[in-house]
C-alpha cells in the first residue's frame, strides 16, 4: 500500500510542475516562435500561392505582377478580384476565405520569389 502512495505522489510532483507550465504559458499569450500569426502566414501563403496563384503568375511570380503598384491595390485585387485584359480574370479570394493580412502575406511572398 506504501508503494501505491508513492508511486501518486511521484507522478503528482512530475505532472503538476508540467501542468502549471503549460496554463502559464497559455495563459500569457505566448507560443512557440514556429506558431507566430508571421510565421503561419508565411507558410498559409506560400500554400495558397502554390495551390491558386502558380499556375497564372508563374512559378517566381514573373507573369501578371506589377510589384511597383500599391500594396492597398493589389489587396484589393486578391480580396475582389479583376477584370483582365483577356481571360483569364482574377478570381476573388474573399469569398475563398482569404483576409486582408493574408493578401498582404500573400503579397510579400510573391514579392519574395521576384528577387
Not at 502549471?20 to 507566430?36: E, H, I, R
Not at 501563403?45 to 514573373?62: N, P
Not at 500594396?71 to 478570381?91: F, H, Q
Not at 469569398?95 to 519574395?112: C, F, N, R, T, Y
Amino acid at each position: 500500500m506504501k508503494v501505491m502512495t508513492l508511486k501518486k505522489l511521484a507522478i503528482a510532483l512530475f505532472a503538476l510542475p508540467l501542468l502549471a507550465v503549460l496554463l502559464l504559458n497559455s495563459v500569457s499569450g505566448q507560443t512557440p516562435a514556429s506558431q507566430t500569426p508571421a510565421a503561419s502566414n508565411d507558410m498559409d501563403a506560400a500554400a495558397l500561392f502554390t495551390a491558386k496563384c502558380k499556375m497564372c503568375h508563374g512559378a517566381k511570380a514573373e507573369k501578371l505582377f506589377d510589384v511597383s503598384k500599391p500594396e492597398d491595390e493589389m489587396v484589393e485585387a486578391i480580396l475582389k478580384g479583376k477584370k483582365a485584359e483577356k481571360p483569364p480574370n482574377m478570381p476573388a479570394y474573399a469569398e475563398k476565405g482569404v483576409d486582408a493580412v493574408m493578401a498582404k502575406a500573400l503579397i510579400a511572398h510573391m514579392k519574395s520569389l521576384k528577387q
